[in-house]
């Protein structure tokens, strides 16, 4: 079965540092692959996808994220973080055929800002 | 064009109710996914509709079950609520196929 697995549970960060979500996953086949931001008592909000191509994905906010087949990940990076990043982080995947949207999502990451 | 709507936003119900919840997808999305989050468990597929047809379901029991309109509109049933139905349920929307899936604001359930 596939698996996402975010390794870190709780980031801090200065506000202006460069930062970097951690992502693998666990799957035979190369998986369409998420990234979503979620603030307090809100829903999901995309910040960028992999379908294919470009292994290097922009995103929304100033976000990007690199696809690495031989490592299995999808890492979430920003160069300088503001604080109204401060959000918990979800890596998610969904298999690559149609018919099947199902999103297997980590365990998120917790995103702390600090001034 | 407006996003995914869910309604309520908040419910509070008592143990051995039943609840519905609903979701409206964004116009042209004719997918329907629901997702369980809680702190425990995280977030879990609960199932996904597709013109009208469930089409994926997750591992939860049969308590949990669902339905899709002709406008694709989704409601969500759950059955004899229990304490561990406390959560943060989400509905999401896409288009036919592999397209992304877009979140509503969810519906946060307290079970007593």
């Known amino acids: 079965a596939q698996s996402v697995t975010q390794p870190d549970i709780h980031i801090t960060v200065s506000e202006g540092a460069s930062l970097e979500l951690r992502c693998n996953y666990s799957?035979?086949?190369?998986?369409?692959l998420f990234w979503y931001v979620q603030s307090p008592g809100q829903g999901l909000q995309l910040l960028l996808k992999y379908f294919s191509g470009d292994t290097l994905v922009q995103g929304i906010k100033g976000f990007e994220a690199e696809f690495k087949r031989s490592q299995s990940s999808f890492n979430l990076r920003k160069p300088s973080v503001h604080w109204s990043d401060a959000a918990e982080y979800f890596c998610?995947?969904?298999?690559?055929?149609?018919?099947?949207?199902?999103?297997?999502f980590g365990t998120g990451t917790r995103l702390t800002i600090i001034p | 064009k407006a996003g995914v709507t869910q309604t309520p936003r908040y419910l509070i119900k008592t143990r051995g109710q039943q609840v519905t919840l609903s979701c409206s997808p964004i116009?042209?999305?004719?997918?329907v996914s629901w997702y369980q989050q809680t702190p425990g468990q995280g977030l879990q597929f609960l199932f996904e509709?597709?013109?009208?047809?469930?089409?994926n379901k997750g591992n939860f029991p049969g308590r949990f079950s669902g339905r899709q309109f002709s406008n694709s509109r989704s409601e969500m049933n759950v059955s004899t609520l229990e304490l561990g139905d406390s959560a943060l349920y989400l509905c999401?929307?896409?288009?036919?196929?592999?397209?992304?899936?877009?979140f509503g604001p969810g519906t946060r359930l307290l079970v007593l």
């Open positions: 998610a995947v969904a298999l690559s055929n149609f018919g099947n949207e199902k999103l297997t």
């Open positions: 799957y035979g086949a190369t998986p369409y």
């Open positions: 999401a929307s896409s288009r036919d196929g592999q397209e992304t899936q877009y």
């Open positions: 509709y597709f013109s009208e047809t469930q089409r």
């Open positions: 116009s042209g999305h004719r997918s």
